[in-house]
């Protein structure tokens, strides 16, 4: 079985079906215990503690790669000592499997830093 960070994510249209709350909580349990589920499958939100200004932007700038590489968008929150992502997907109007892997890639991304 591979990770979630090793798989791709998928081309969503609209219409596209979002995840139950039992299949949210499932794909959870595979990323890292700091991301928690908003609303009972509306998105999925980590917040990053940093040093300074500077080192949210540059965290930001590294997810902005891993997801446009993904072709999968989260929302950052670029502040002074913090960043937050936010990951769903519009399309399905709530949590997909992507969102679940996209953040998979930035645990992954995070736990290099």
Do not use: Q, Y
């Not at 969503?12 to 979002?18: A, S």
């Not at 299949?23 to 499958?41: N, S």
């Not at 590294?62 to 968008?73: C, D, M, N, T």
């Not at 929150?77 to 930035?106: Q, S």
């Amino acid at each position: 079985m591979t990770s979630l960070a090793d798989e791709r994510c998928e081309v969503c249209r609209p219409g596209t079906p979002h995840l139950d709350p039992d299949e949210a909580k499932a794909l959870a349990r595979d990323i890292d215990g700091d991301w928690e589920i908003v609303g009972a499958t509306e998105k999925i939100r980590r917040r990053f503690k940093t040093s300074d200004f500077g080192e949210s932007m540059a965290l930001a700038v590294r997810i902005g790669f891993v997801a446009e590489a993904e072709g999968h968008h989260p929302d950052l929150h670029v502040h002074w000592g913090r960043l937050v992502v936010d990951i769903t997907t519009h399309a399905a109007k709530g949590l997909t499997r992507n969102d679940f892997v996209l953040a998979a890639k930035v645990d992954r991304l995070a736990r290099v830093d």
